[in-house]
């Protein structure tokens, strides 16, 4: 799948709090929250390195979106990643050029804010 990633050198939680931050800053908010390594332990008894994902979204592009046509809601919101690696936490964002191929009009725009989030949290950490 392609995706727009960085390595923030981080700690998870201080990444995590980073990437908020810079994802409102460009627009978007998190709409939902998965915690999946902990979700597999409870349900799997599975031990996994610490794995987040947020689901971000920005509302002008989420109604530009559903307004060219209602099935883009399967596509709602936008994952984004944080994985713990030994340089310290991977932070990818779904690339929606890679899901909306035929929608280079709004996707573009949402990638370029993604990645511009994902660069200032590696600032920011």
Known sequence: MDGISVVVDAPMEAAERA???????????????????????EKLGEDRPPMKILGACNPKFASQALNLDPSMALLLPCNVVLEEVPEGTRVTAVDPRALMRDRPELTDQVSELLQQALSKSVERA
């Open 19 to 41: 990437l908020r931050e810079s994802l409102v800053e460009v627009g978007f908010g998190v709409l939902t929250e998965i915690d999946l390594s902990a979700t597999l332990k």
